[in-house]
């Protein structure tokens, strides 16, 4: 009996301990912030197979990493929500699909608040260092590289990715020769690095990478009220519609990050990426 006694009271003494003791040591977990990259808009966003001090793991794809402007704003959020970074890669035409379903809490891709696409989320202020404004990139070898002008252009064959803006403001160039939209911008760089199209229409700090990374690419830049009307606020985060909370935290740290400190953000992304290049 006593023996009995002994081991009810044992027992008693360890149920106690576990309750006293449970969450002792247990802290709450960490926010998760999931965003969607595609991984092929330099200097926004590009991929890396190493890791750096810079760039992040793609959590859907193994031994393959993330760097570029917008994921340098997407760490910023997540700092200040205290937040651990989760990158995903996915196709440009599968990154408001996935936001949609669940997939991810965000889009940082270089992505513009297009009509069309404020039907379909909610869009941060722009968190681009200056004004996005649309330029040409041509070929060195073109005889369209001596161009001023969107009038210039007639006769020129262009590409451009699939369902962008990159491809419907070849219709402002008179004359020009829209030829099949391609898959990605990467595609759309090989194009016209190769000669298969005399150009590609680029966002212009984007252009301006390609420009210092390929000798036979050329920069066209217009005159003022000489280029593209293009119809939209600039480069913003993406996020669900009824996600007010996470909308207006991105708001707040791309209000308190100064224009300087962007520039400065992406003049070190662009000498990353021109030192991959060299």
Known sequence: MKK???????????????YVNSGKDETPAKPVLRIGVECDYAPNN???????????????QEGAYADGYDLQIAKLVADDMG??????????????????????DAIFSGMLDTEERRRQAAFSDPYEV????????????SPYANAKKLTDFSGAKFTGQKGTKLYSSIGQMPGAIAMPAVDNVSEMLDAVTSGKVDG??????????????????????FPENEGFVIGFSG?????????TELLNRINMVIERTTKNERQ?????TVSRLLKNAS
């Open 46 to 60: 590009w991929e890396e197979k190493r890791p750096s001090a810079f760039n992040l793991p793609l959590s859907n």
């Open 264 to 268: 400065k953000i992406m003049d070190a």
């Open 83 to 104: 937040a651990t970074l989760e990158v995903r890669k996915i196709a440009w035409n599968d990154l408001l699909p996935a936001l949609q379903r669940g997939e991810i």
């Open 200 to 221: 590609i229409v680029i966002n212009l700090d984007t252009g301006r990478s390609y420009e210092a990374t390929h000798s036979n690419l050329k920069l066209i830049r």
């Open 4 to 18: 009995y006694i002994l081991l009810l009271v044992l027992a008693v003494c360890a149920c106690v301990f576990a």
């Open 235 to 243: 480069i913003c985060a993406g996020v669900r519609k009824n996600d």
């Open 130 to 141: 200056t004004a996005t404004e649309y330029s040409v990139v041509v070929n060195t070898s």
